[in-house]
């Protein structure tokens, strides 16, 4: 079941557009990737889980992995990962949420579901879940082995031109985000661009900043890297 889970008029003010255009969304909404058949995909579903904070306006509850992970370590997510059996997309966004940040699952409300996403590099199919945070909790990196910070991350600073560019790699260019010591792209990078159109909170970027990616990573890690196209020396 995609599309909201309760009316739109029922959730926060700020929310609503999200929540109504799950109602039309479809995979293009976010991506161009086609996924495979249905019996080749794993399933995982991450929480878009969404809070307040009278000092900083709605923010958005953000993870960095762990360096040391066999895959996608280091980079930002949403919490989630894959299903566990019988479980719907609700159940596992929640499940992983408490797992992996602490997030206490009483404190959440969800609100809609959104199509499958169809991720290559780790063949899964991942289904986002809207949230709204009415009870927030405290949260922590509940295993350091897996992840390395937790953090809420205002959307006002998300939407921030300052902190909004592209990166590339080898013909694959994507949106992405520098803010509070996070380096956003790939999967939840793009995620995040369309949410901010959804919900109305993007302003105008300069989308011809586009930064090769791993010379965007090690400048933001403090790293020397040869410029793309020059060999090291």
């Given at each position: 079941m995609t599309g909201p889970l309760v009316p739109p008029h029922e959730t926060p003010e700020f929310l609503q557009p999200l929540v109504k255009a799950s109602e039309a969304a479809d995979p293009a909404t976010f991506t161009r990737v086609t996924g495979p058949p249905s019996a080749a995909a794993r399933p995982a579903s991450v929480l878009m889980l969404f809070g307040e904070t009278a000092e900083a306006g709605?923010?958005?509850?953000?993870?960095?992995?762990?360096?040391?992970?066999?895959?996608?370590?280091?980079?930002?997510?949403?919490?989630?990962?894959?299903?566990?059996?019988?479980?719907?997309?609700?159940?596992?966004?929640?499940?992983?949420?408490?797992?992996?940040?602490?997030?206490?699952?009483?404190?959440?409300?969800?609100?809609?579901?959104?199509?499958?996403?169809?991720?290559?590099?780790?063949?899964?199919?991942?289904?986002?879940?809207?949230?709204?945070w009415h009870r927030p909790s405290p949260v922590r990196p509940v295993d350091p082995a897996e992840t390395a910070a937790v953090a809420r991350v205002p959307l006002a600073e998300l939407a921030d031109p300052a902190n909004r560019f592209q990166v590339e790699k080898r013909g694959w260019r994507g949106p992405a985000f520098s803010v509070r010591g996070l380096f956003v792209w790939g999967f939840t990078g793009g995620l995040l661009s369309v949410l901010l159109d959804l919900g109305g909170w993007a302003t105008e970027w300069d989308r011809h900043n586009v930064r090769d990616l791993d010379v965007a990573l090690a400048e933001h890690e403090g790293r020397a890297v040869a410029p793309p196209g020059r060999a090291k020396e």
């Open positions: 709605p923010d958005v509850l953000l993870l960095r992995r762990a360096d040391t992970l066999g895959s996608h370590a280091g980079q930002v997510a949403f919490p989630g990962g894959g299903a566990d059996d019988g479980e719907d997309a609700v159940t596992t966004a929640l499940r992983e949420a408490e797992e992996e940040t602490g997030v206490a699952p009483a404190g959440v409300r969800p609100l809609a579901v959104f199509p499958e996403l169809y991720v290559p590099v780790s063949r899964f199919v991942v289904t986002p879940v809207l949230a709204h």
